[in-house]
């Protein structure tokens, strides 16, 4: 979600820097950013979603599927960079 968000505005700061404008070239900008952090809070909801599940099959005397939780460090690498590109664009 935030891939899409962020080539948008990178596209609409393509179109802002021709000649001719862009027209609605900030509105779109803004719908990029807001569609990055829909992104984020969605990979945020989904650890804390993992993290739970992982809480109750603790509880239900299941087996820890992996040692190392592969999901949550993919997750939270994502994260770091969709945090990372939400900073850039607003103080870019």
């Known amino acids: 979600m935030y891939t899409f968000g962020f080539t948008i505005t990178k596209f609409m700061d393509?179109?802002?820097k021709q000649e001719d404008g862009a027209g609605d070239a900030e509105g779109l900008g803004r719908l990029g950013l807001v569609l990055i952090l829909i992104g984020i809070m969605s990979l945020i909801l989904s650890?804390?979603?993992h993290l739970n599940r992982l809480r109750i099959m603790k509880r239900?005397?299941?087996q820890d599927p992996s040692r190392m939780h592969?999901?949550?460090v993919g997750a939270a690498l994502l994260l770091a960079i969709g945090i990372t590109t939400v900073?850039?664009?607003v103080a870019g």
């Open 14 to 16: 393509y179109l802002g």
């Open 47 to 49: 650890i804390i979603e």
């Open 60 to 62: 239900l005397g299941l």
């Open 70 to 72: 592969l999901p949550i």
């Open 87 to 89: 900073i850039d664009l």
